[in-house]
């Protein structure tokens, strides 16, 4: 049996971990369930960009700076520094291989399952697999029967493919809100949510937020560990999105209760 140091995900946090890793002279192998080291990048949507500037998006050790460092990169270009960045690293990063289970070895250590079958023993495995490999689907009333299509977002790609359509994006986070503002353009959109969208401004000052947590430590302090419960997400906005909701584009709801076919109370 092939024993190793173990990192689970070759995501930023995986290959940000591997990094560190080799740098301390250890030589990680990296098991990655999709067949490239980007992590969850390269299935989301077309129109997808990050809301931190370049300057401040960088991995450990390469920067993402590669044209203007102010702007927000899109997710081709995220995707693009993440496999640059894995063949830089010296490290072993082995795709197409989703790790099943990781058990505690009898000797010590651990011992890691691969689906499909194969063992690694490891004396060190660190869990970097992400949150977006499940997405979550709330069991909402009627959800099951209901005559018109249901999508999470993580299979939204453009809204082209909407054109025309009556459609409720549910949410009032980052993701909800680019979203139904993206197909109000083609389709009439409700943005149905438990309570308003809670917008945090993106520029602070003529500058990005993220300038002043860095400037200001807040970036790296470890205030985590205080938080018994984690703090509700606004949506990141340059008064883009704002205005699109104050103009009813989308126009938004509170949260149905129920579907009834294509029809939701």
């Known amino acids: ?14 290959l940000a971990t591997a990094y560190a890793l080799v ?10 369930a999709s067949d490239q080291p ?16 370049a300057r401040f998006s960088s991995l450990p050790g390469i920067l993402f700076d590669d044209g203007d460092p102010d702007r927000y990169p ?26 099943a289970g990781v058990q505690v070895g009898r000797g010590g250590g651990f011992v890691v399952a691969l689906q499909g079958g194969g063992r690694m023993s490891a004396r060190a495995v660190v ?7 499940t997405p979550y689907r709330p069991a909402l009333p009627g959800l099951d029967q209901c005559e018109g299509a249901v999508l999470h977002a993580s299979e939204y790609r453009s809204p082209e493919a909407f054109a025309g359509q009556r459609v409720i ?34 520029h602070i000052p003529g500058r990005d937020m993220h300038f002043w947590l860095v400037r200001s430590g ?18 990141f906005d340059t008064g883009r999105y704002r205005a699109a909701v104050d103009a009813a584009a989308p126009d938004r709801d509170p949260l149905f209760t129920s579907i009834t076919g294509k029809q939701v109370a």
């Open 1 to 14: 049996m092939e024993h190793v140091d173990v990192v689970v995900g070759a995501g930023q946090a995986g």
């Open 127 to 133: 869990s970097a697999s992400g949150s977006f490999g």
């Open 38 to 53: 980007a992590g969850s990048w390269p299935p989301h949507y077309d129109s997808l960009a990050l809301f931190s500037p």
């Open 218 to 235: 807040v970036d790296s302090a470890p205030i985590g560990r205080f938080l018994h419960t984690p703090p509700t997400q606004p949506a």
């Open 74 to 99: 899109h997710r081709d270009e995220v995707v693009a520094y993440l496999a640059a960045y894995a063949a830089r690293l010296d490290a072993d990063i082995r795709t197409g291989r989703r790790v």
């Open 23 to 32: 740098r301390h002279g250890l030589k990680p192998v990296v098991l990655e």
């Open 169 to 202: 994006v549910m949410g009032a986070g980052n993701t909800a809100v680019q979203i139904a503002v993206e197909l109000a353009s083609v389709a009439q959109v409700t943005l149905a949510s438990r309570n308003p969208v809670k917008f945090a401004p993106q």
